[in-house]
């Protein structure tokens, strides 16, 4: 035992607070996270010790237990800018301590309100301009060496600080986006190389961006932030003799709205002319172009909060896949891809010459569709200064586009010249499928791609038009697939303390949109405001952090009090506006809110919903009195749910996709008849409208769910690979890269939804990538940060095998799969300090410790999935003809192709519409169907089918 442990153990990957987050602390007290690697199978933490660093001293810390995720800080909380140091050994039962981990160095630099001292400044007078840049500059000497500096800086808009000419940090479009009357972020950084001895000078730019921009729809726009644009900066020099100096932002600066960057706007764009270039932030002597001191503001220093969570970076490059011409003349780049972020040019062009970037998502007849841009220009321009070869991309705004069309080129534009490069949140990855099919991949990769454009600061709903808001709804759906994807504890906790801000100024209403710059009313929608419960939720269950339980509880708890002040004693959300389950296909294009489904089912699913998870926040959280109070309430609000909504049968109200899908997943229905009755007229339902979604945000994240929960695993893979308008595969079929917004976002001719709401980058739809982890991948938290992996594979869709990966807290589960010959294997690796509990097809579940394990089990039918009307039930029920069902002819791909062609031929237009009007049911025969059919049509179907059984 002791060779298998001891110094073979070792602990790595140590860190304080989230992955990729700022290299300065937000807190004094930073939680402590690490993996274990060891060779013993089924390694268990018992103790560990905690060796503290700091001023010189060393004081370790011993710890008892097996917890190695989110430990509470044992020492004295750290002091504003203090280093210290960190390292952890660990043992299990039996062994001697491991090899203890590498040390970690951590810092801190201003910790909040109380540590800033720097004013805010603006410039002295009104701009010239409508979107200007503002440059604010300060010169100063430096005596004696340095042992540290650090450089604070937030702003009321977009700040690009610069120290001595060089950038300072990685950073782009900081501060971000945050409830600006209630916290404003700021960013710390080293700059200590930055620094030169004798004269210095210190500068920064900042444009509007969020906090000036023009909000609102249809021309009716207008800045919601309050004041101008203006910077606080604070530089706090460590000499080597210890004297501390300061310089600050105040009357010794100067400011200047003279500068290359003409305006800038996040929606409308950046303008450069290179001719205004200076050296004002390179050279003490050179003052700025019409410099004059800036002007203290006022601003309130109480939302002052340094940013914790990981900060937006350039993160990637694409070069184009092809060039070609517009009728306009000018060059039209495609770079393969839909992504969020800005060109890269690289130019030598004579003086004067301009240079003209516009974006889009998508072509049209050959030239870009900014019609779904709206009031967005999303258009760049770069004029050359005449100096030689430049390199220039923008700073102070970002666009959605897989598209670029450039104009003003001087001569040929070569692909070298121009590179597109990828901007968002720098969060960790973390998740990975395979699933061994061409089109289920690019799927998955299109909501990776869409998550990725959408987490630029905040979770956006779309990154193109004049919109890019943070909708409450499409994260409510999406956060437990963004958990799987990438670590975004850091970036949705953020976000999620503007959403209580936001909220409590709203007597405990969740605005439909967080940071709230459309000053929504105070009108509660159910789903939308759900997003206070169920994005902690998916937080806490992909993470297991109980911080975040802690932090949004009273949020939580005000989200559901307000719904039941509502609500009233029937315990059912009825009546008002609601979104509802927005953008059901069936739903018109002007009216994305008028689903199949009731919105009142949808609003009462919902509030169970919630309810449900703030009860079991209580129970984690030691509530033990109000978690009572809320799974009794919870319980009321099921009994009136189903006492008004579902029949003795199963029935939902509505008879809708969606309505069953929340009925079955949400746990409305507990008596196990209802349920399954349920269950089978939703797969009844999915097969009549011949597998084609009709769901929409509400529904679509949990169909497959419903489905395969009860007993319809077959139905719930032949919705996923179903390729026919609307569908997921739809838009791979049509070459998508990302999620779209509408189902039909482009039509089949290939021509653009002419809808005034058309994005072709929108997350939300892509939630059922959330059912393909667990279900196609086989990984699902068994406990909340996955110390428990529940390990259940579903065979089906005529996958034959499928891999995923997971870096949990713990390190990497590994699980991968194959079908062969009716037997399937499966192996999987568990990390130290976790357990496995594995399901294989026909068997009871069991518990596994970490290390690598591999199973075989017999797969009867070959993965038919045992449901009624799967493969051997095709198999069995003989030939196809007038007397056979709609449902068996939908069944068969072959058959509803062959009938569909015939319909075609004759132009039998009532068949062609029975997938629209959800006609193939088990229920209705084909002979018995074909009403109004031209002479001879019946016998032309049936020969096409005995055809197609004679070529079998």
């Not at 409308?268 to 019409?290: I, K, S």
Request: hydrophobic content about 40%; charged content about 20%; aromatic content about 8%.
């Amino acid at each position: 035992m002791r060779a298998a442990g001891g110094r073979s153990t070792r602990v790595t990957s140590l860190r304080a607070e989230g992955r990729n987050r700022p290299v300065f602390l937000a807190t004094s007290r930073p939680a402590l996270s690490w993996q274990v690697v060891s060779a013993m199978p089924g390694w268990i933490q018992q103790a560990c010790e905690v060796e503290v660093v700091r001023s010189g001293s060393t004081a370790v810390f011993p710890l008892d237990g097996d917890v190695s995720q989110a430990v509470a800080w044992p020492a004295e909380p750290l002091g504003a800018y203090e280093e210290a140091s960190v390292r952890v050994r660990v043992r299990a039962g039996g062994e001697p301590w491991s090899t203890p981990s590498e040390w970690l160095e951590l810092r801190t630099g201003p910790l909040g309100p109380a540590d800033w001292v720097a004013p805010f400044v603006a410039a002295p007078r009104a701009s010239r301009s409508e979107r200007p840049v503002v440059r604010f500059r300060r010169a100063f000497d430096l005596d004696g060496g340095v042992r540290s500096a650090v450089l604070s800086v937030t702003a009321h808009g977009v700040y690009h600080a610069v120290l001595n000419g060089r950038t300072v940090g990685d950073e782009v479009l900081a501060p971000g986006w945050t409830a600006y009357a209630d916290r404003l972020l700021f960013q710390s950084y080293d700059v200590t190389d930055l620094l030169l001895p004798g004269s210095n000078v210190l500068g920064a730019s900042v444009a509007d961006g969020w906090y000036r921009e023009r909000y609102g729809f249809g021309g009716r726009t207008a800045v919601v932030y309050d004041g101008a644009a203006a910077l606080s900066v604070q530089l706090r020099i460590e000499r080597l003799d210890g004297i501390v100096d300061w310089v600050v932002t105040g009357p010794e600066w100067s400011a200047s709205d003279v500068g290359p960057v003409l305006s800038a706007s996040i929606y409308q764009g950046e303008h450069y002319d290179a001719r205004l270039e200076d050296r004002a932030f390179v050279d003490p002597d050179v003052d700025l172009r019409d410099g004059a001191a800036a002007v203290a503001v006022t601003a309130d220093a109480t939302r002052l909060r340094p940013s914790f969570a990981p900060p937006v970076r350039e993160i990637e490059t694409l070069r184009p896949v092809a060039l070609s011409s517009a009728a306009s003349g000018a060059t039209i780049v495609d770079f393969g891809q839909n992504l969020v972020g800005w060109l890269r040019l690289r130019v030598d062009a004579p003086g004067g010459t301009t240079v003209r970037l516009r974006h889009a998502e998508v072509l049209q007849h050959g030239e870009l569709a900014v019609g779904p841009l709206r009031d967005a220009a999303a258009t760049d321009s770069y004029t050359s200064a005449g100096a030689g070869e430049a390199t220039w991309s923008p700073r102070f705004t970002f666009h959605g586009f897989r598209y670029a069309e450039i104009s003003g080129w001087p001569g040929e534009l070569a692909p070298t010249d121009v590179t597109a490069v990828v901007v968002h949140s720098d969060m960790a990855r973390t998740g990975w499928l395979d699933t061994g099919d061409e089109m289920l991949d690019r799927l998955h990769a299109n909501v990776v791609w869409s998550w990725r454009g959408n987490s630029l600061g905040i979770p956006t709903d779309c990154p193109q038009r004049d919109e890019r808001m943070g909708w409450t709804g499409d994260i409510a759906a999406f956060a437990p697939t963004a958990g799987y994807l990438y670590d975004c504890a850091g970036f949705l906790a953020s976000w999620l303390v503007d959403l209580a801000l936001e909220q409590s100024r709203r007597g405990g209403v969740v605005p439909v949109v967080v940071p709230d710059a459309l000053a929504t009313s105070g009108t509660p929608a159910a789903a939308w405001g759900d997003a206070a419960t169920l994005v902690p939720e998916a937080l806490y269950r992909s993470f297991g952090d109980e911080t975040v339980l802690e932090t949004q509880y009273e949020s939580m708890r005000a989200w559901v009090e307000v719904v039941r002040t509502r609500v009233g004693d029937d315990h059912l959300w009825t009546g008002g506006f609601q979104y509802g389950d927005w953008l059901d296909p069936s739903a018109p294009p002007d009216d994305p809110a008028r689903a199949r489904t009731d919105p009142d089912v949808v609003a009462s699913a919902y509030y169970y919903r919630s309810t449900s998870v703030l009860a079991a926040a209580a129970r984690v959280l030691g509530r033990a009195e109000q978690a009572r109070e809320y799974e009794l309430l919870a319980g009321q609000i099921r009994s009136a749910f189903v006492r008004e909504y579902v029949t003795e049968a199963g029935r939902v109200l509505s008879d809708a996709h969606s309505a069953y899908a929340l009925a079955i997943a949400f746990g409305l229905i507990d008596d196990p008849d209802r349920r399954a009755g349920a269950g089978d007229r939703l797969a009844e339902l999915a097969r009549a409208y011949g597998y084609r979604i009709r769901s929409g945000f509400v529904g679509t994240p949990i169909v497959c769910d419903a489905l395969v929960s009860t007993g319809h695993p077959r139905t719930a893979f032949r919705l996923l690979t179903e390729t026919g308008c609307p569908s997921w595969l739809y838009p791979v079929s049509m070459g998508a890269t990302t999620i779209w917004e509408r189902w039909d976002s482009m039509l089949e001719d290939g021509s653009v939804n002419p809808g005034q709401m058309t994005s072709f980058n929108h997350y939300a739809l892509g939630a059922v990538a959330d059912w393909m982890h667990r279900a196609i991948g086989g990984i699902a938290p068994g406990s909340p940060g996955y110390r428990l992996v529940e390990i259940s594979p579903v065979p089906g869709g005529g996958l034959r095998g499928a891999r995923a990966r997971l870096e949990t807290g713990y390190g990497r589960v590994d699980v991968a799969w194959a079908l062969a010959d009716e037997v399937l294997t499966l192996s999987a690796q568990i990390p130290a300090n976790s357990w496995a509990r594995v399901t294989l097809p026909g068997r009871e579940a069991f518990v596994v410790g970490s290390g690598t394990h591999e199973w075989s089990v017999e797969v009867p039918g070959g993965g038919s999935d045992g449901e009624t009307g799967g493969t051997a039930a095709v198999a069995a029920r003989g030939a196809l003809g007038l007397e056979s069902s709609l449902a068996e002819i939908v069944d068969d791909g072959d058959a509803m192709a062959v009938l569909l062609a015939v319909f075609d031929e004759l132009d039998y237009r009532p068949g062609l519409s029975w997938t629209e009007k959800g006609a193939w049911r088990s229920d209705s025969r084909l002979g018995d169907s074909l009403v109004m059919l031209p002479a001879g049509g019946r016998e032309r179907v049936a020969r096409a089918l005995a055809e197609l059984e004679g070529r079998r």
